[in-house]
């Protein structure tokens, strides 16, 4: 199983911008579809973005689209998510995941391995 630790987050004001990081042990993630989730006290989780094994293919919630992007790269085991013009309702804990299997990328149930979240504050 690979072993995922999340970075980046912190407090930022609406219209600005966060790079959240995802770094990855124990295994190479160049045969992982890799996720982001979040989570907002009180909801459930909510798939955000998710990239291919390969990067070819990236998928996106409909309320982030346009504003985040998902990026990977292989070689030095790492995930990235660049959030850009962040509105007060993109405040939760950031969730990296990882998951091996062609399942569907959007059910957090799908992912074998979960980082520990990073927190995301957008302030209005």
């Known amino acids: 199983q690979v072993q995922l630790v999340e970075s980046g987050g912190g407090l930022v004001q609406a219209g600005g911008s966060l790079r959240l990081s995802c770094a990855a042990s124990?295994?190479?993630?160049?045969?992982?579809?890799m996720g982001w989730f979040r989570q907002a006290p009180g909801k459930e989780r909510e798939f955000v973005a998710a990239?291919?094994?390969?990067?070819?293919?990236?998928y996106y919630a409909d309320s982030v689209k346009g504003r985040f992007t998902i990026s990977r790269d292989n070689a030095k085991n790492t995930v990235l998510l660049q959030m850009n013009s962040l509105k007060p309702e993109d405040t939760a804990v950031y969730y990296c995941?990882?998951?091996?299997?062609?399942?569907?990328?959007?059910?957090?149930?799908?992912?074998?391995?979960w980082g520990q979240g990073t927190q995301v504050t957008v302030s209005s």
């Open positions: 990239i291919s094994w390969s990067g070819y293919n990236t």
């Open positions: 124990g295994r190479p993630i160049n045969s992982y579809t």
């Open positions: 995941a990882a998951k091996i299997y062609t399942t569907s990328v959007y059910s957090p149930s799908e992912y074998e391995s």
